[in-house]
């Protein structure tokens, strides 16, 4: 039988109405290019709408839904510029005042007439005394299916609102006899478009009931079994035959030559790397170092040792920054020994790029650092021999691979490393075509991280402490939660507000993921530079933010986030040999509170990683997910970890053997998982 999902789920996303060109460019370039992808953007949290507010127990600033009979409507202005009024009062005597801008449609709509009964969905204010709710969700109280709403995160720019609009819309293109090759062989479980449905369009189930749990755990299986397919699609490409690269006194050179002495955990990972690229065999190797352990070093080695025998190296990073940050450091290690180093990302300008490529292809550059953009057709290495990834679960396994591929001479040895702290098995079972090194401990001259829990009433204290820090040309990350508009936690904007007016002459900038590409990296460059001192985020600057005059780091709702996170955010302060700080204030004193205690007494990253597995348990069934974590939209294996070894120890992978290309074929143009 012919699978009938194809010409649905592979449609391109601007056939959706209302997805225009612009639009469909900005989704594209996060991966959302069909409409299968989309539908894989899950709701973030749900709202209950089972409850009808009296207008007079209104709170301000708190969502509510009300009912009631339209007493008058006008319009004020002229055509689209107009505004509409509308009068609604309920059985409570109490009126309320509801405007709609730019929607002078409404003024001929039969359903909002006088004496009308509709519902209303919105954030209601005070004027006075009198309420007043702008642009709210109204439907005819016939229509009305109190029920739980999706609630969808911002996207590409756009609210979360037409997101779930956008998402709507694209169900109806799917047919309900629909099905994934993995259905047939989940007999017991919804099929993946009936999860889908239910997902997205479910009113009557609780977000934590068994049949949204049962929905999501069918999503996550797909992701997850189409992961495990690809890895044993990808072992049979790793184990080929290369050209030996012996050890040379070129090694031994750069590493006498360092200003430091290599810990015995970079001495022991050097070892299994060098092995490797002596072995014949390709290299595939997964290097797990913990934050600011020195990683970037031991990949340095191995472009010494790929220098040496004539071939070429690169090394790609998931954002502009973290690229930057290598090419200096690498610059700086390298060039002495005449190994040259180049960059090249999605800003180089032309001319500039046009001159790298071509020296790239004529073998004069040794050592190419870059982003995506070395993804790209026309980067032609000379003769590459060894592609790193760094953090490289920000990648899918697609793109991991896609690097190697750039030589067809020769197999090129594959390294990708990663600062997220996964227990050994579970590292295993997630990269199971990879060989695994663990990297613990601290260059010599670093010094351990003071770390303290810290309550809200003491800010003041601490806003005097950070201006010491100021004093002596220290910078200061904080981090809030990663918000949408309808959380009530601080948000990027609040805080910087805050910390403005306290210290009125700092150049204080905010991040967070909702802002252009550009303007991201341009707080970051300001952080690095030291035109900014302080820097106030979400959690994107988690990984790949190297600057070592940053010395406190201060995270706001602590308990929200898992140990390993923590540790992660921790990890971009004490990169000097100066003492550095990480702050941990929590919202209350909760039994939550009582993990972050080891936080402030341990600073191994897996030990941290394996509390996280004990004590977070299953967590919020969706809206915790869809990090990207692993290269997972849907899975987080800190979260998962007993799902993940329970299905990497399932009969079923057996039977999916000889499906294995039928399955990539299918899920490959969906962009879904980040394959």
Same mark, same amino acid.
């Given at each position: 039988?012919?699978?009938?999902?194809?010409?649905?789920?592979?449609?391109?996303?601007?056939?959706?109405?209302?997805?225009?060109?612009?639009?469909?460019?900005k989704?594209?370039?996060?991966?959302?290019?069909?409409?299968?992808?989309l539908?894989?953007?899950?709701?973030?949290?749900?709202?209950?709408?089972?409850?009808?507010?009296?207008?007079n127990?209104?709170?301000?600033?708190?969502?509510?839904?009300?009912?009631?009979?339209?007493?008058?409507?006008?319009?004020?202005?002229?055509g689209?510029?107009?505004?509409?009024?509308?009068?609604?009062?309920?059985e409570?005597?109490?009126?309320?005042?509801?405007?709609?801008?730019?929607?002078?449609?409404?003024?001929?709509?039969?359903?909002?007439?006088?004496g009308?009964?509709?519902?209303?969905?919105?954030?209601?204010?005070?004027?006075?005394?009198?309420?007043?709710?702008?642009?709210?969700?109204?439907?005819?109280?016939?229509?009305?299916?109190a029920?739980?709403?999706?609630?969808?995160?911002?996207?590409?720019?756009?609210?979360?609102?037409?997101?779930?609009?956008?998402?709507?819309?694209g169900?109806?293109?799917?047919?309900?006899?629909?099905?994934?090759?993995?259905?047939?062989?989940?007999?017991?479980?919804?099929?993946?478009?009936?999860?889908?449905?239910?997902?997205?369009?479910?009113?009557?189930?609780?977000?934590?009931?068994?049949?949204?749990?049962?929905?999501?755990?069918?999503?996550?299986?797909?992701?997850?079994?189409?992961?495990?397919?690809?890895?044993?699609?990808?072992?049979?490409?790793?184990?080929?035959?290369?050209?030996?690269?012996?050890?040379?006194?070129?090694?031994?050179?750069?590493?006498?030559?360092?200003?430091?002495?290599?810990?015995?955990?970079?001495?022991?990972v050097?070892?299994?790397?060098?092995?490797?690229?002596?072995?014949?065999?390709?290299?595939?190797?997964?290097?797990?170092?913990?934050?600011?352990?020195?990683?970037?070093?031991?990949?340095?080695?191995?472009?010494?040792?790929?220098?040496?025998?004539?071939?070429?190296?690169?090394?790609?990073?998931?954002?502009?920054?973290?690229?930057?940050?290598?090419?200096?450091?690498?610059?700086?290690?390298?060039?002495?020994?005449?190994?040259?180093?180049?960059?090249?990302?999605?800003?180089?300008?032309?001319?500039?790029?046009?001159?790298?490529?071509?020296?790239?292809?004529?073998?004069?550059?040794?050592?190419?650092?870059?982003?995506?953009?070395?993804?790209?057709?026309?980067?032609?290495?000379?003769?590459?021999g060894?592609?790193?990834?760094?953090?490289?679960?920000?990648?899918?396994?697609?793109?991991?691979?896609?690097?190697?591929?750039?030589?067809?001479?020769?197999?090129?040895?594959? =390294? &990708?490393?990663?600062?997220?702290?996964? $227990?050994?098995?579970?590292? @295993?079972? #997630?990269y !199971?075509? +990879?060989?695994?090194?663990?990297?613990?401990?601290?260059?010599?001259?670093?010094?351990p991280?003071?770390?303290?829990?810290?309550?809200?009433?003491?800010?003041?204290?601490?806003?005097?402490?950070?201006?010491?820090?100021?004093?002596?040309?220290?910078?200061?990350?904080?981090?809030?939660?990663?918000?949408?508009?309808d959380?009530?936690?601080?948000?990027?904007?609040?805080? =910087? &507000?805050?910390?403005?007016?306290?210290? $009125?002459?700092?150049n204080? @900038?905010? #991040?967070? !993921?909702? +802002?252009?590409?550009?303007?991201?990296?341009?707080?970051?460059?300001?952080?690095?530079?030291?035109s900014?001192?302080?820097?106030?985020?979400?959690?994107?600057?988690?990984?790949?933010v190297?600057v070592?005059?940053?010395?406190?780091?201060?995270?706001?709702?602590?308990?929200?986030?898992?140990?390993?996170?923590?540790?992660?955010?921790?990890?971009?302060?004490?990169?000097?040999?100066?003492?550095?700080?990480c702050?941990?204030?929590?919202?209350?004193?909760?039994?939550?509170?009582?993990?972050?205690?080891?936080?402030?007494?341990?600073?191994?990253?897996?030990?941290?990683?394996?509390?996280?597995?004990?004590?977070?348990?299953?967590?919020?069934?969706v809206?915790?997910?869809?990090?990207?974590?692993?290269?997972?939209?849907?899975?987080?294996?800190?979260?998962?970890?007993?799902?993940?070894r329970?299905?990497?120890a399932?009969?079923?992978?057996?039977?999916?053997?000889?499906?294995?290309?039928?399955?990539?074929?299918?899920?490959?143009?969906?962009?879904?998982?980040?394959?």
């Amino acid at each position: 039988m012919p699978i009938q999902i194809y010409p649905s789920f592979y449609m391109p996303i601007e056939r959706v109405d209302t997805i225009g060109p612009v639009a469909a460019k900005k989704l594209q370039s996060l991966g959302y290019s069909s409409l299968g992808s989309l539908l894989f953007h899950l709701p973030k949290s749900w709202i209950d709408d089972r409850t009808i507010t009296p207008i007079n127990m209104l709170q301000a600033k708190q969502e509510a839904r009300i009912v009631g009979v339209i007493q008058s409507k006008r319009s004020v202005g002229r055509g689209r510029k107009s505004t509409i009024f509308i009068t609604l009062a309920d059985e409570s005597g109490i009126n309320i005042q509801l405007s709609f801008f730019h929607a002078n449609y409404m003024m001929r709509d039969a359903r909002l007439q006088e004496g009308q009964t509709i519902t209303v969905r919105g954030t209601p204010d005070k004027w006075g005394n009198q309420w007043q709710m702008t642009h709210p969700d109204w439907l005819p109280i016939a229509h009305l299916n109190a029920g739980f709403i999706p609630q969808y995160a911002s996207l590409a720019g756009y609210h979360g609102k037409k997101i779930g609009g956008w998402i709507k819309k694209g169900l109806q293109f799917i047919a309900k006899e629909a099905e994934s090759p993995l259905d047939v062989y989940l007999p017991d479980q919804p099929s993946l478009v009936q999860a889908l449905r239910f997902i997205h369009t479910n009113a009557q189930y609780a977000p934590n009931s068994k049949e949204i749990l049962q929905a999501f755990t069918r999503l996550q299986l797909e992701e997850l079994l189409v992961y495990l397919q690809l890895m044993q699609h990808q072992r049979k490409k790793a184990a080929i035959k290369t050209t030996v690269l012996a050890a040379t006194n070129k090694e031994q050179q750069f590493i006498d030559s360092l200003p430091f002495e290599l810990t015995d955990a970079q001495q022991h990972v050097w070892q299994e790397i060098s092995r490797d690229l002596a072995s014949g065999q390709r290299m595939h190797r997964l290097l797990q170092g913990d934050v600011g352990a020195g990683k970037t070093w031991v990949a340095a080695l191995g472009m010494v040792r790929l220098a040496a025998h004539g071939r070429q190296s690169s090394i790609m990073a998931p954002t502009e920054v973290l690229a930057q940050q290598h090419l200096e450091t690498l610059k700086e290690l390298l060039e002495p020994h005449h190994i040259s180093v180049a960059l090249l990302t999605g800003s180089t300008k032309k001319r500039e790029r046009n001159t790298t490529l071509k020296a790239l292809a004529a073998g004069h550059i040794d050592v190419l650092v870059g982003t995506h953009a070395l993804l790209t057709h026309d980067v032609v290495f000379q003769d590459l021999g060894l592609a790193m990834i760094d953090e490289q679960h920000r990648f899918g396994v697609q793109q991991r691979w896609a690097l190697s591929e750039k030589n067809t001479q020769h197999a090129v040895h594959l =390294l &990708a490393m990663t600062a997220t702290p996964i $227990p050994r098995s579970l590292a @295993l079972a #997630l990269y !199971g075509d +990879m060989h695994l090194s663990i990297m613990q401990g601290l260059p010599k001259g670093r010094k351990p991280i003071e770390t303290r829990m810290i309550y809200q009433d003491k800010l003041p204290a601490l806003a005097d402490a950070i201006e010491r820090m100021l004093e002596k040309n220290g910078r200061v990350y904080w981090v809030v939660p990663r918000i949408d508009e309808d959380d009530d936690s601080i948000s990027v904007d609040e805080r =910087l &507000a805050t910390l403005q007016k306290r210290f $009125p002459n700092e150049n204080i @900038l905010g #991040l967070h !993921g909702k +802002m252009k590409s550009k303007a991201k990296q341009e707080a970051l460059s300001s952080f690095a530079d030291g035109s900014c001192r302080i820097l106030v985020s979400t959690t994107v600057i988690e990984v790949g933010v190297n600057v070592p005059e940053a010395r406190v780091m201060i995270i706001e709702h602590a308990e929200m986030y898992g140990l390993a996170q923590l540790h992660q955010l921790r990890g971009r302060v004490g990169r000097s040999d100066l003492q550095s700080f990480c702050m941990l204030i929590p919202s209350q004193k909760t039994a939550a509170t009582e993990r972050l205690n080891l936080m402030t007494t341990c600073h191994d990253g897996l030990i941290l990683a394996e509390s996280d597995l004990k004590h977070r348990g299953a967590g919020d069934a969706v809206g915790t997910r869809q990090s990207g974590e692993a290269g997972f939209k849907l899975i987080d294996p800190a979260l998962d970890a007993d799902f993940i070894r329970q299905w990497c120890a399932s009969p079923i992978l057996g039977q999916l053997q000889n499906l294995s290309e039928d399955i990539i074929r299918f899920w490959r143009p969906l962009a879904t998982p980040k394959l």
